[in-house]
Antibody, heavy 114, light 108 residues
Framework: QVQLVQSGAEVKNPGASVKVSCKVS????????MVWVRQAPGIGLEWMGG??????IYAQKLQGRVTMTEDTSTDTAYMELSSLRSEDTALYYC?????????WGQGTLVTVSS | EIVLTQSPGTLSLSPGERATLSCRAS???????LAWYQQKPGQAPRLLIF???SRATGIPDRFSGSGSGTDFTLTISRLEPEDFAVYYCQQYGSSPYTFGQGTKLEIK
């Protein structure tokens, strides 16, 4: 059974970048498709990016600011978001799946505040 | 981008009752590319249904999904106390893979 453990909460200034990690256990990351989903306070879920036809794709509204990477030697996935704004304050989840997502990390709270 | 609209926003029912949750897409999904998730406070979402009607591993058979095109339904046949939560639909017919705004199922 796959388990996903994410890095801890972050507080960032506007304009800064944040990098969230997601450690996979129970499977090799190379066997899996990882996506990132965020949830702003009191708001619903927003898909940020993942894979389609083997290619990495990102939500258009985040294009140029979000980068998803993987370190297969440590089975760890990363999501980096740059030029942070107050509206990026949210709980960030990694999850497994290409189209629907059947295993989730515990979430990482990113707070953007001056 | 496909917009998913869930209704009702809040549903108040008692344990043992039947719950019917709706999800409407702004354009027809290319197939039955719709999933349902349950989220409880302080927890990550949990996959319940994929491909509109297939139950995920370990999901009780009181949960069922139906629909195609633009109209989809999640039915919980007899509510258990642990079923009171927020439910989201999600389409994967075309990217970006969008979610509905959620239906809160609360105890009456």
């Amino acid at each position: 059974q796959v388990q996903l453990v994410q890095s801890g909460a972050e507080v960032k200034n506007p304009g800064a970048s944040v990098k969230v990690s997601c450690k996979v256990s129970g499977y090799s990351l190379i066997e899996l498709s990882m996506v990132w989903v965020r949830q702003a306070p009191g708001i619903g879920l927003e898909w940020m990016g993942g894979f389609e036809d083997g290619e990495k794709i990102y939500a258009q509204k985040l294009q140029g600011r979000v980068t998803m990477t993987e370190d297969t030697s440590t089975d760890t996935a990363y999501m980096e978001l740059s030029s942070l704004r107050s509206e990026d304050t949210a709980l960030y989840y990694c999850a497994i799946g290409t189209y629907f997502f059947d295993s989730w990390g515990q979430g990482t709270l990113v707070t953007v505040s001056s | 981008e496909i917009v998913l609209t869930q209704s009702p926003g809040t549903l108040s029912l008692s344990p043992g009752e039947r719950a019917t949750l709706s999800c409407r897409a702004s354009q027809s999904l290319s197939s039955v590319y719709l999933a349902w998730y349950q989220q409880k406070p302080g927890q990550a979402p949990r996959l319940l249904i994929f491909n509109a009607s297939s139950r995920a591993t370990g999901i009780p058979d009181r949960f069922s999904g139906s629909g195609s095109g633009t109209d989809f339904t999640l039915t919980i046949s007899r509510l258990e106390p642990e079923d009171f939560a927020v439910y989201y639909c999600q389409q994967y017919g075309s990217s970006p893979y969008t979610f509905g705004q959620g239906t809160k199922l609360e105890i009456k």
